[in-house]
């Protein structure tokens, strides 16, 4: 009798992914035998990249990673992993104030959905870097300081953004119907 494969779920807005996130990546695929990185859709949050815009960049940033496929999805990050039937989330963390919101988020989902967490601790060098604050410094700053945060293709994504935006990142509500 054969064991089911591992299937982790890495799901996240990644808007936009940046060297944290690939970190988790790389180092949480070994944990399974197919690594999926589901892009989502967080209504309180502000959107720079559109879902397919973030879908190729993901997708070109892990390409040479044979075990790790990239898919957008909508609605419940539960229902998701039911539906790909995920073995486990996998959570990057990055401090203290992560291991609260996530430690509740992973003890919610095993009593709805019965689905274990995995937690990554990120590399020390992206333990202070988050999407919302790459946006801030984006939209007020220099993009080019952000080259050690985020890889160099989406360092160039932004740059265009910004250009083609008139010099501002253009943040955009959605509402979760289309993407």
Do not use: C, Q, W
């Given at each position: 009798m054969s064991q089911a494969p591992k299937i982790?779920?890495?799901?996240?807005?990644?808007?936009?992914?940046?060297?944290?996130?690939?970190?988790?990546?790389?180092?949480?695929?070994?944990?399974?035998?197919?690594?999926?990185?589901?892009?989502?859709?967080?209504?309180?949050?502000?959107?720079?990249f559109s879902l397919e815009e973030?879908?190729?960049?993901?997708?070109?940033?892990?390409?040479?990673?044979?075990?790790?496929?990239?898919?957008?999805?909508?609605?419940?990050?539960?229902?998701?992993?039911?539906?790909?039937?995920?073995?486990?989330?996998?959570?990057?963390?990055?401090?203290?104030?992560?291991?609260?919101?996530e430690f509740q988020l992973a003890l919610t989902n095993r009593a709805i959905a019965d689905i274990e967490t995995v937690f990554i601790m990120t590399g020390e060098q992206y333990a202070f870097t988050s999407s919302t604050l790459i946006k801030q410094i984006a939209t007020g700053g220099d993009i080019d300081s952000l080259r050690r945060l985020l890889p160099p293709l989406v360092l160039e994504q932004l740059k265009n953004k910004k250009r083609d935006s008139g010099g501002q990142i253009p943040w955009r509500h959605t509402d979760g119907l289309k993407d």
């Open positions: 982790g779920l890495f799901p996240g807005t990644f808007d936009p992914i940046t060297n944290g996130h690939l970190d988790v990546i790389r180092r949480g695929r070994d944990l399974f035998d197919t690594l999926v990185v589901a892009i989502g859709h967080n209504p309180g949050k502000s959107e720079v973030r879908r190729i960049m993901i997708g070109a940033l892990v390409a040479d990673l044979d075990n790790v496929r990239v898919e957008p999805y909508h609605g419940l990050t539960v229902d998701f992993a039911r539906m790909i039937k995920a073995t486990a989330i996998l959570r990057g963390l990055r401090n203290v104030t992560d291991l609260n919101y």
